[in-house]
């Protein structure tokens, strides 16, 4: 009995405070205020309206604008365009008009970072947009938040230091969750036990750190447990459901390899279940889980093995490109939620990542190549293609009110997608 009060007193406490800051999934339509948009699950607002069909040359470009390196995708809330990159020996956070691409403010720290594996060397991790603050954690682990009015930098907490966590194969690249007033990072530390820290909004201040489990590149995501938000979070071995607020491990189950390999899609949280995947061996799995536990409803190598296209699920289906960008080929493949059984494939389809909005899909592959199209029962239909990028653009895409964002190595683009293009 005691145990159920206590319960409904947090429920309680975290909907007040969720409603009194407005963090969380709480943004306006048609924003893509963080990774994978408005829920981090590659699904836009309800609103959000595409075209059914791009002319000869593809979606027109609104606007274009030079950028500095880096593998992080923007955020976008309202008319303010967060990107993230790095020029020369400096990590930039940049806030970008909408409608014109035009800087608004820039703030900058030094950096030398360089990945021990592949030649990109500016951050990874797309920034986020947490009312009136921005949150970005760079390459080498610099995690820094800013006022999103006015530029001004509020803290800076440099977690390889304080927390002897390393950078990885290729850099700090797990995007932070902010959920209420605490921003929740997949650090690493693990000799400090500091695996997962929770931070301060408002000042920085560590609020708990937890476990030692080393960093991945998926990032966490918010979910619901009896009423309760909850952190669902893939570490480099390990899925994890943890509570936000002192950072309890409610559950855990295996989940990576040892060796050359990381995990770089995020959790796919649907109800009381999650859905998980990665390449290098490791493959997929469905499971259900609750305050107590977990238990497998299904899983799979051989079907969906995503390096990290994050799956996206519409009406009990999966869609997502599998294999790896490193070692064709990729296939795009459907495949029923409840018993993971393949519905049909798409070989050779080249790797990349999706996004779902208005009953349609965009396929942005990292050879340049963007799609819009249809799932229908044995096939994507194509409605559009075009080449984009002669480059290889992997940044994760961004859409936002009629807009798509992309961005390559040294270009940013804007276009428009919206109907009546």
């Not at 893509?32 to 981090?40: K, M, S």
């Not at 960093?215 to 447990?225: G, I, L, Q, R």
């Not at 107590?292 to 995503?306: D, I, L, N, P, Q």
Request: hydrophobic content about 40%; charged content about 20%.
């Amino acid at each position: 009995m005691v145990q159920f009060d206590m319960l409904r007193f947090d429920r309680l406490r975290w909907g007040i405070v969720l409603s009194i800051l407005g963090f969380g999934t709480s943004a306006t339509a048609g924003d893509w205020p963080q990774i994978l948009g408005p829920n981090r699950n590659g699904i836009a607002s309800a609103d959000e309206k595409l075209a059914d069909k791009w002319p000869s040359g593809g979606p027109p470009v609104i606007w274009e604008k030079d950028v500095g390196s880096g593998y992080a995708g923007v955020a976008v809330e309202g008319d303010d365009v967060v990107l993230f990159h790095r020029v020369k020996r400096n990590e930039v956070v940049e806030v970008l008009s909408a409608e014109t691409g035009e800087s608004k403010w820039n703030v900058k720290w030094s950096t030398d970072f360089y990945p021990q594996v592949g030649g990109g060397d500016g951050p990874l991790c797309v920034p986020v947009i947490a009312g009136n603050r921005i949150v970005a954690f760079g390459a080498q682990g610099v995690l820094t938040c800013i006022d999103r009015e006015s530029g001004e930098q509020l803290w800076q907490v440099d977690t390889r230091s304080e927390f002897g966590a390393r950078e990885g194969y290729f850099g700090f690249g797990s995007t932070p969750l902010v959920i209420g007033e605490r921003v929740i990072v997949n650090v690493g530390g693990s000799k400090k036990k500091a695996g997962v820290v929770a931070f301060s909004l408002e000042s920085g201040e560590v609020l708990w750190s937890r476990t030692e489990e080393p960093a991945s590149y998926s990032a966490p995501v918010e979910c619901s447990v009896a009423g309760m938000p909850h952190i669902m979070i893939i570490t480099r071995y390990k899925c994890m459901l943890m509570d936000p607020e002192n950072g309890y491990l409610r559950f855990q189950f295996p989940f990576g390899q040892r060796g050359p390999t990381v995990n770089g899609a995020s959790p796919v949280v649907l109800g009381d279940h999650v859905l998980v995947t990665s390449s290098y061996g490791v493959g997929s799995r469905y499971v259900k889980f609750d305050f107590f536990g977990s238990k497998e409803v299904w899983e799979t190598e051989r079907t969906m093995a995503s390096q990290y296209c994050t799956p996206i699920v519409v009406d009990d289906k999966i869609y997502v490109i599998d294999g790896r960008d490193d070692i064709p080929p990729a296939d795009l493949k459907c495949l029923d939620l409840k018993t993971g059984k393949l519905l049909w494939s798409e070989p050779n389809f080249g790797y990349g990542t999706l996004i779902h909005a208005d009953g349609k899909f965009l396929a942005c592959l990292v050879s340049g190549e963007v799609l819009l199209g249809r799932m229908e029962e044995t096939r994507m239909k194509v409605l559009s293609r075009a080449r984009l990028f002669r480059s290889t653009m992997r940044a994760l895409p961004a859409l936002s009110n009629g807009r798509m964002y992309l961005r390559d190595q040294s270009t940013l683009k804007c276009y428009s997608v919206a109907p009546g293009l």
